[in-house]
């Protein structure tokens, strides 16, 4: 029995509840039961299915090792509601199951959902340019270009020739707009999150609409000491009583607070905390976000943690400031709980971080309409924040560098300023000819310029140890042994294997010396 991960792509909950219903119709085995004096084949408990899903997924990567038994009981539930299985006599419908001996079986008729198709375009006039070409392309020009200007800079020839044409004209910086700005913002972190998730285009997993540059700027520039979103509007903010209830559970039990205390009051304050998050009207992660935050739990495996981290670093940046803020409180109110040894137990039968995660999980991602796999793909996700969130709550300063470097290069960019223009102007709205870039080389060149340029370092770095006048001849063999070791293919490049060869014969005289000493004093 095979499972595969499911890819970022359009439908990513479909798909995934279609890959659990196989998984589990090929696998779960089936067996002859006696119930009410009546034998019944090919059938299985709700227990047994219980124990043998809950394992599969634990075990899938999809899901992972936090799914607990209770979540799996209402999968179950869902599988007998969606027709995935019945019980013995047929009926299904409901979610009436429950953990104990009850015999179902599975049906004859197919479960899975079908998967909606994109509609074929009806003309090639009808077919929309891909907007993440478009939004690269706007990363290089400006408000105003026109199409004889663009074919002047890509022609070497026009090129040169309208140099000359100007070369006695005036030129002045062009001003950018706030609008010219904030695209920027917009364009540079969905192109590098869209590079990160490996998809064609971010219209499979991201409504553009959705996403406003005024949120990506506010999250990267105003933040205090900490790293934590500051709010301009207060009351957007958590209240007051919220935010104390969070600081004593964090600081669980040196926060001094004036409230007395009593046996179970830490309970009592968990459970205030969790009931304010889940009265929010949506959850922290947004509605509008939910399909591109499934959709990144796809690069969530051990192998590529580092990818995901920085996928959930840029969607992060693209929720509304008041809830990115609220999401990283309660994420380090999550972690210092998770991590307090001195926290009394907040329930009997569940250890704190599994119950940190099952808590808000809910409250944390979630879709506008009911979904199957919510709750599961939730904790999934809410885990992978837990253990990370220090680092994907942060603002990356190499997108931040890159954005500023490149509004700070087009506003120094100068342009010539038209004398006499034809429509009157002034010349300060004098469009700006768009910039030239580098071709894209295939992979095998990437490769081979790669190559050339380790090996020109490595050799640099040989000619280094061999020049060094701060090592002695100790140090120097023993490093050149080292690098040899590490590197044959430069050192014998440098040390061909006839000089190799020929070396021992430099130090005869030196031997035969010794040898000669030795023998004397024996005789």
Wanted: aromatic share 8%; with cysteine; hydrophobic share 35%.
């Amino acid at each position: 029995m095979s499972s595969h991960i499911i890819t970022p792509g359009p439908y990513r909950a479909t798909k995934l509840w279609n890959e659990v219903t196989r998984l589990f119709r090929a696998g779960m085995p089936l067996k002859k039961h006696r119930q009410n004096f009546r034998h019944h084949a090919s059938c299985f408990s709700a227990t047994a299915a219980v124990d043998w899903l809950h394992q599969l997924l634990c075990n899938n990567s999809n899901f992972g090792p936090d799914v607990t038994r209770q979540q799996t009981v209402q999968l179950l539930k869902k599988f007998l509601k969606n027709h995935v299985i019945e019980d013995v006599k047929g009926r299904w419908g409901t979610e009436d199951l429950e953990d104990n001996n009850v015999l179902y079986r599975f049906p004859s008729t197919s479960p899975l959902k079908p998967i909606p198709c994109p509609p074929p375009a009806a003309a090639s006039h009808s077919i929309r340019k891909r907007p993440s070409f478009r939004d690269k392309e706007s990363f290089f020009r400006l408000k105003g270009v026109t199409k004889q200007e663009k074919e002047d800079n890509l022609d070497p020839a026009a090129s040169s020739e309208g140099e000359n044409q100007h070369a006695d004209q005036p030129v002045q910086r062009r001003q950018l707009t706030v609008e010219d700005e904030q695209e920027i913002w917009r364009c540079i972190t969905l192109t590098h999150l869209q590079k990160i998730l490996g998809v064609e285009s971010l219209d499979e997993v991201l409504d553009r609409q959705c996403v406003n540059p005024l949120n990506i700027i506010h999250n990267m520039t105003k933040v205090n000491k900490h790293g934590v979103v500051t709010l301009e509007d207060k009351t957007n903010d958590l209240p007051h009583w919220v935010l104390n209830a969070m600081k004593s559970l964090a600081n669980w039990p040196k926060y001094d607070s004036d409230q007395p205390t009593y046996p179970g009051f830490e309970r009592d304050v968990f459970k205030t905390v969790s009931d304010h998050f889940y009265s929010l009207p949506q959850p922290l992660l947004t509605y509008d976000l939910y399909e591109l935050f499934i959709n990144t739990l796809g690069i969530l495996q051990p192998q590529a943690e580092r990818v995901a981290i920085e996928a959930l670093q840029i969607c992060t940046l693209l929720l509304p400031p008041s809830s990115r803020r609220k999401l990283q409180l309660l994420m380090r109110m999550m972690c210092r709980i998770s991590q307090n040894v001195d926290m009394p137990r907040l329930h009997p039968a569940i250890g704190t971080r599994t119950l940190m995660v099952h808590t808000f999980s809910g409250c944390i991602l979630g879709s506008a309409e009911e979904c199957d796999l919510d709750e599961l793909l939730a904790t999934r996700l809410v885990s992978f924040l837990l253990d990370h969130q220090e680092h994907i709550l942060s603002v990356p300063g190499y997108l931040l560098s890159a954005i500023n470097d490149h509004i700070q290069y087009l506003r120094t960019a100068q342009i010539p300023v038209n004398e006499g223009d034809p429509d009157g102007g002034d010349g300060a709205s004098a469009p700006v000819s768009i910039h030239t870039f580098c071709h894209q080389i295939s992979g095998t060149e990437f490769e081979q310029q790669k190559l050339a340029s380790s090996q020109k370092a490595m050799e640099e770095l040989l000619e280094m140890l061999l020049t060094d006048q701060n090592l002695n001849e100790k140090q120097r063999c023993k490093k050149l042994k080292q690098f040899q070791k590490l590197y044959p293919d430069i050192y014998s490049q440098r040390f061909p294997p006839s000089e190799q060869l020929k070396k021992p014969k430099i130090k005869p005289p030196l031997l035969n010396i010794k040898k000669t000493k030795v023998f004397s004093i024996r005789n």
